[in-house]
């Protein structure tokens, strides 16, 4: 299957990195995450088919916690928030990208769900 071939492929170059994962509630790790900007630095919270499992409550203080961080960045420290979330029909997904400073909402593609076709917009 595709999927799986895609997959493996994916594993074998985040193997290549020391990453660490973070077990925690998105609510509670994200605002520590994001206290401070980091000049020199774009910092980048991405997530993917991630939201529609949230809570309203939870939706709503990460929206918070984003915000506030908006309001922090600096040219030489922004911000960007970047989801692939199903649209508002539900019937594909969109990439979407806020850009802080500037509070920038943009749609940069629309995709099919498993590995569908992308429409690069942006």
Known sequence: DARFDTLRAALAIAGAFPITVDR???VEWLPAQL????????????????????????????VASLAAAGARAAPDAPLAWVRLEPSESGRS??????????????????????????????
């Open 24 to 26: 925690a509630d998105a």
């Open 35 to 62: 206290a401070v900007p980091h000049s020199g630095l774009a910092t980048v919270v991405m997530h993917s088919v991630f939201w529609q499992y949230l809570s309203p409550n939870a939706q709503a203080s990460i």
């Open 93 to 122: 997904l969109e990439l979407r990208r806020t850009l802080w400073p500037g509070d920038e909402e943009t749609v940069l593609a629309k995709a099919g769900f498993h590995a569908g076709p992308v429409t690069w917009l942006a």
